[in-house]
């Protein structure tokens, strides 16, 4: 929203969590974050842009959806992409396949995407599956060129 705007995908278990994210998290730090908050309209502003699952800004929007959605998983071209509690996720969402799968398939090309999986470390998780089989990844370092992460 404010060093890098850009459409972003957030998505929880379902669209109820996503209304409770946005809720509990994203309208707390709009509040009370000045560079945010002046990129944001009220919510109470008419015509603001700001709703419960959809915040826009210059540059960008934020939209939270559902993994229980699959219309909320392919509404969208999306730069960043934020999977949250990944592990209750349902296997299918309404016919139409895996929610992980529906969700990265918004933009396979960017170049520039940046995608953050998340779930809770106490959870028996289908992570480690998805990290050994995805490639290494090259991320800058500060002083010395490029750092390979592997896992």
Same mark, same amino acid.
């Given at each position: 929203?404010?060093? +890098?705007?850009?459409?972003?995908?957030? +998505? /929880?278990?379902?669209?109820?969590? %996503?209304?409770?994210?946005?809720? /509990?998290?994203? #309208?707390?730090?709009?509040?009370?974050?000045?560079?945010? &908050?002046? &990129? +944001?309209?009220?919510?109470?502003?008419? #015509?603001?842009?700001?709703?419960?699952?959809?915040?826009?800004?210059?540059?960008?929007?934020? +939209?939270?959806?559902? %993994?229980?959605?699959?219309?909320?998983?392919?509404?969208?071209? @999306?730069?960043?992409?934020?999977?949250?509690?990944?592990?209750?996720?349902?296997?299918?969402?309404?016919?139409?396949?895996?929610?992980? @799968?529906? %969700?990265?398939?918004?933009?396979?090309? @960017?170049?520039?995407?940046?995608?953050?999986?998340?779930?809770?470390?106490?959870?028996?998780?289908?992570?480690?599956?998805?990290?050994?089989? @995805?490639?290494?990844?090259?991320?800058?370092?500060?002083?010395?060129?490029? /750092?390979?992460?592997?896992?």
């Amino acid at each position: 929203m404010h060093h +890098v705007p850009a459409p972003t995908l957030a +998505v /929880q278990p379902t669209v109820e969590l %996503a209304k409770r994210f946005s809720r /509990q998290r994203i #309208d707390p730090l709009l509040e009370e974050t000045p560079a945010l &908050r002046e &990129r +944001v309209a009220p919510a109470r502003a008419r #015509d603001s842009g700001n709703t419960m699952l959809s915040k826009e800004f210059p540059g960008g929007i934020l +939209v939270l959806t559902g %993994a229980n959605s699959a219309v909320g998983l392919r509404s969208m071209t @999306a730069r960043f992409l934020f999977l949250d509690e990944v592990d209750a996720y349902p296997g299918d969402v309404e016919g139409e396949g895996d929610p992980i @799968a529906l %969700a990265e398939a918004r933009d396979p090309g @960017a170049l520039e995407r940046r995608l953050l999986r998340n779930h809770s470390p106490d959870s028996i998780s289908h992570l480690p599956n998805i990290y050994e089989s @995805a490639p290494p990844i090259e991320a800058p370092k500060h002083t010395k060129g490029l /750092q390979a992460f592997g896992w």
